[in-house]
């Protein structure tokens, strides 16, 4: 069927659109974000974003991650943090796109 209502949608190349559909078209508020990783955000019509709408650069894209509750049976939980830190750190860009919902 068609896409009509809220929904997400993550297209073959990477990129992923959440929010309002109508008649398989993107329309009202939504966020699509692109494969470079910057999101396009606000109010769309027919497929476009409209005025109102702004960009967000994909170095000001963030993730945040609250490992409070991971790590309390760790035997040491400052090392595991320190561990998980330099992980994300590793892996910043490639967390930032599969998180990023």
Do not use: Q
């Not at 990477?14 to 396009?40: F, I, P, Q, T």
């Amino acid at each position: 069927g068609m896409r009509s209502g809220t929904g997400i949608f993550i297209y073959a190349n990477g990129s992923a659109y959440r929010g309002g559909w109508l008649a398989n078209l993107k329309h009202g508020e939504g966020e699509y974000m692109l494969e470079d990783g910057s999101v396009l955000k606000g109010p769309f019509e027919n497929d476009r974003m409209v005025a109102g709408g702004k960009t967000i650069a994909a170095s000001d894209v963030y993730a945040e991650l609250r490992l409070d509750e991971l790590l309390e049976g760790e035997k040491d939980p400052k090392l595991a943090a320190r561990n998980v830190a330099h992980t994300c750190t590793r892996f910043n860009t490639e967390l930032k796109r599969v998180y990023r919902y």
